[in-house]
């Protein structure tokens, strides 16, 4: 049994591949690598749903021959949407960010930005540390019912107007770990 598979029956379509995403990562990656080439930078990856994508797109800068260095990764816990399909509108500081970012070039790690209010929030509290720069990078952007005015540096791809789950994002905890990205059934949120 392939990883997810006790998942499919949930499953209404196959966004994105395995191959596609790990396309896109390169293609941060490479961005990312072009704007802080042999430069100290900092990541810090969205938990949880940031998981994979904040180990992989790290995995893609060591890659690159003349890219940031050196690389400091940490993480920030923060969550809105509870068991819900729908966020709260309220933003959750669940870990804290532990490195010391001041005077640090940093870039934010997210794996999806729909209403904006994560990525806000934590750019307001990275900025509230004085960093050397600030950007935020996400995989997937859903431009469709924002409320915050953020701004994304770096975009993998941009989603539908659906919930998506699979290569970190989660609904109630299960389907992170679908190596692709897919859209639920609806009924899968009535059960
Ligand atoms: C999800 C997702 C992003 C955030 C984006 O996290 O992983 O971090 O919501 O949504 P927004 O732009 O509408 O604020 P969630 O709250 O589900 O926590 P999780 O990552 O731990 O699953």
């Known amino acids: 049994m392939s990883p997810g598979n006790e998942y499919e029956a949930d499953i209404e379509e196959m966004l994105y591949s395995a191959q596609e995403i790990a396309q896109a990562i390169e293609n941060l990656a ?46 920030a ?38 209403n904006g209010l994560t990525l806000a929030h934590l750019q307001t509290l990275c900025r509230s540390r004085h960093p050397k720069s600030l950007r935020s990078c996400v995989l997937l952007d859903k431009p469709y019912n924002r409320r915050a005015d953020v701004t994304v540096h770096y975009v993998g791809l941009t989603v539908p107007d659906a919930f998506i789950v699979g290569y970190g994002l989660d609904y109630q905890e299960k389907y992170r770990n679908l190596p692709y990205l897919a859209k639920l059934r609806p009924q899968v949120f009535s059960e």
């Open 30 to 75: 490479a961005a990312i690598g072009r704007d802080y080439a042999r430069q100290p930078l900092v990541l810090i990856g969205v938990l949880k749903g940031a998981l994979c994508l904040t180990a992989d797109l790290t995995r893609a800068l060591i890659r690159l021959p003349a890219g940031p260095s050196p690389i400091t990764v940490d993480f």
């Open 77 to 114: 816990g923060v969550s809105s949407y509870g068991t819900s399909s729908r966020s709260s509108g309220r933003v959750c500081l669940e870990k804290n960010i532990e490195v010391n970012i001041s005077g640090q070039n940093v870039v934010i790690v997210e794996d999806i930005i729909d």
